[in-house]
């Protein structure tokens, strides 16, 4: 059995799994790329040197890469070390593939699964202990040649030496930040993101009765709170009100019964009004904000107002806040504590359930989300017993600031590199 991953084959040739494929070429290893037909295939191979924007960063590395399709070239990955599932996010088309994979898959191949958010005991149901032993998920976020977390997930019966071999694969090789995950709805990075974008949209309406409109939002949930600048209407732009309503739907069905994130699964009114009319965001042309090309060649950016229902020029904000306004008695101070403080709660709120200890939170939403700093590293320079305080007034504590507070100590880290864990004493934090 081979101790070392040295070849990949990658079932789905869309934008995650030509984004895969490339990133393992490029790094030298043999690459299968499958799909549906020669044709998807081949797209996904010539993304890789595209004129803009290539996934590849060393071109001549396309070298590396075969590509097949489903039905003619199956049977080829039994040449190869790790096989990674990306195709489209249906249970019943991932369980088929799985069972392909199983009938040519040679002993000692490593399995996985990029699903964002379809638990691995789902796909894996009845399905024999030979693959048990082999699988988990890996999830990689888009794009992948920039972001720098995988989270991987194993299932109940998944060999540690097994995960072990990809997971050094991914660090090592690969150069991704591995982030060990549990098999929970949205695992860790989407959890946390998307409770904070649902959230946010359904603070909207009361925030904009308050005279903070969706410019003054974004400028808020970016620089201040060290997020990136498309603060949060921008990022669902990019993302789309469609994967939006598909990710809601999702967690209605999977989150816990007691979640406070199943208040946030459906969209409000307005925003459902949008999604009825397919103004889903930047792959519709626009969707809370758009760019028009003016006669005389200027851009002009517009908002779409959800308050008046009409688009109208965006205003430019300069936002002097910094991340202490989550504690100010102010409109500001209160929305960007409903929206941002409420998020680094829930966070607080979600161990042991979506992952061991506090580091894997944070590198999750830094590497997945480009946060600047986690949850708990937010915390922390906001001080924990404000935050205490302010929870005691609003009803309840998480369960980690409540660990914290037990502990007799002041803060979730340390200056010298350790972190709290689950049982109120600080560890060493691991690379
Ligand atoms: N796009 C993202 O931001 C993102 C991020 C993380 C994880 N994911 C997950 O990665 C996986 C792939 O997503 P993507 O964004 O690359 O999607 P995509 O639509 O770009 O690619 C999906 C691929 O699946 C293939 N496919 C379609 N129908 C099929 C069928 N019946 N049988 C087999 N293959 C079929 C398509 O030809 C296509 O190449 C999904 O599970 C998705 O949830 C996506």
């Known amino acids: 059995m081979n101790d070392k991953i040295n070849s990949v084959a990658v079932l789905g ?20 790329l499958l799909d549906i ?7 996904g191979k010539n ?60 002993d000692g191949s490593v399995v996985s699964s990029n699903t964002s958010g379809i638990p691995l005991r789902d796909i ?25 977390l995988c989270e991987v997930i194993p299932g109940e019966k998944t060999l540690e030496v097994n995960l072990n071999k990809l997971k050094v694969f991914i660090s090592d090789i690969l150069g991704k930040g591995v982030v060990n995950a ?22 909207g309406k009361n925030a904009r009765e308050e005279g903070i409109s969706q410019e003054i939002s974004d400028a808020l949930m970016s620089r201040p709170m060290g997020l990136p600048p498309t603060g949060l209407y921008g990022l669902i732009d990019l993302i789309g009100l469609d994967v939006m309503y598909s990710v809601g739907k999702n967690l209605s069905i999977n989150l816990p019964k007691d979640d406070d994130g199943l208040k946030y699964v459906n969209l409000p009114d307005e925003e459902q009004k949008l999604y009825d009319n397919g103004q889903l965001g930047r792959k519709t042309g626009g969707g809370f904000y758009r760019i028009q090309k003016l006669d005389n060649g200027d851009k002009l950016k517009e908002v779409y107002d959800l ?42 709120d979600l161990i042991p359930e979506i992952a061991d200890d506090i580091v894997n939170v944070d590198r999750a939403m830094k590497w997945g989300f480009a946060w600047a700093k986690g949850p708990f590293e937010m915390i922390d320079e906001l001080g924990p017993f404000k935050c205490i305080e302010k929870c005691k007034k609003l ?7 409540q660990i914290l507070e037990g502990s007799g100590e002041k803060s979730f880290y340390t200056d010298d590199g350790k972190f709290m864990d689950i049982s109120g004493t600080y560890k060493k934090i691991s690379d």
């Not at 037909?37 to 797209?43: L, R, T, V």
């Not at 996934?55 to 590395?61: I, R, V």
């Not at 009803?395 to 600031?401: H, Q």
């Open 395 to 401: 009803g309840s504590v998480p369960k980690m600031l």
């Open 47 to 106: 993304a890789m040197t595209a004129d803009r924007n290539p996934l590849l960063k060393d071109l001549s590395k396309i070298e590396n890469v075969k590509i097949g399709n489903f039905n003619d070239n199956f049977s080829d990955i039994n040449q190869y070390d790790w096989i990674c599932e990306v195709v489209v996010e249906r249970l019943d088309i991932k369980r088929q593939i799985f069972e392909n994979i199983e009938k040519y898959r040679k």
């Open 13 to 32: 040739a869309g934008t995650m799994g030509a984004g895969i494929a490339a990133l393992a070429a490029d790094q030298g290893c043999k690459v299968l």
């Open 124 to 148: 894996t149901e009845n399905m024999s202990d030979r693959l048990l032993k082999d699988v988990c998920i890996t999830h990689f976020f888009n794009p992948v040649k920039i972001m720098k």
């Open 37 to 43: 037909n020669d044709e998807a295939a081949s797209k």
């Open 182 to 203: 549990k098999d929970t709805v949205n695992f860790i990075g989407n959890r946390i993101g998307c409770y904070w974008m649902l959230k946010g949209l359904h603070e």
């Open 307 to 348: 308050g008046s229902g009409d688009w109208r020029e965006a205003r430019k904000i300069d936002m002097e806040k910094d991340l202490n306004v989550i504690l100010e008695d102010s409109n500001y101070g209160l929305y960007s504590w409903k929206v941002m403080g409420s998020t680094l709660m829930y966070a607080a």
